[in-house]
T-cell receptor
């Protein structure tokens, strides 16, 4: 167990809908990172938060947004969903001097 | 930002043989290079990492080598076993030396045949 908790494990929704993915980092970690992994694809960095503030942005679509709350949990909001958004979404946490540890992911299926 | 290239994309070996996966990176300021193993449907798990102040690091059957001049690093797995079958990802930090915010290679699917 990595200590990073993601919910839900699975999500099935229709095109055009909006969903929220949730992540709780490991105890003591201030940073949260979101990654997208499409079928047979690598891990694409979406966005990083550090202690409530956005720290870095990757290939995140404008339809996607995220935030980190005072208790350090983070939410990734995906709106106007398209079939191509179907993927595994991973959250990871890590401190300044510790490696990234990934949660078990949320599998999103858009039908 | 950082760019990471990983080769080969697939690798098939016989049990007991060695496997080598290579990665190159573009940002000479990068100083931390982890390797992750991902089994089907599961989360990526860190298996070994290396910092730029050393050239090699070993952990039992796994080793990583780093050539900063050439900007490449490699994963070596000796005496492979069927349970080593998985997808392996290399990574390097984006925006220079920061350890977080990793950019990943596209992965190598390793198959170990009994």
């Amino acid at each position: 167990d990595s200590g990073v908790t993601q919910t839900p494990k699975h999500l099935i929704t229709a095109t055009g809908q909006r969903v929220t993915l949730r992540c709780s980092p490991r105890s003591g970690d201030l940073s949260v990172y979101w990654y997208q992994q499409s079928l047979d694809q690598g891990l694409q960095f979406l966005i990083q938060y550090y202690n409530g503030e956005e720290r870095a942005k990757g290939n995140i679509l404008e339809r996607f947004s995220a935030q980190q709350f005072p208790d350090l949990h983070s939410e990734l909001n995906l709106s106007s969903l398209e079939l191509g958004d179907s993927a595994l979404y991973f959250c990871a946490s890590g401190g300044q001097n510790s490696p990234l540890h990934f949660g078990n992911g949320t599998r999103l299926t858009v039908t | 930002g950082e760019n990471v290239e990983q080769h080969p994309s697939t690798l098939s070996v016989q049990e007991g043989d060695s496997a080598v996966i290579k990665c190159t990176y573009s940002d000479s300021a990068s100083n931390y290079f982890p390797w992750y193993k991902q089994e089907l449907g599961k989360r990526p798990q860190l298996i070994i990492d290396i910092r730029s102040n050393v050239g090699e690091k070993k952990d039992q059957r796994i080793a990583v080598t780093l050539n900063k001049t050439a900007k490449h690093f490699s994963l070596h797995i000796t005496e492979t076993q069927p349970e080593d079958s998985a997808v392996y990802f290399c990574a390097a930090p984006n925006y220079g030396g920061s350890q977080g915010n990793l950019i990943f290679g596209k992965g190598t699917k390793l198959s170990v045949k009994p």
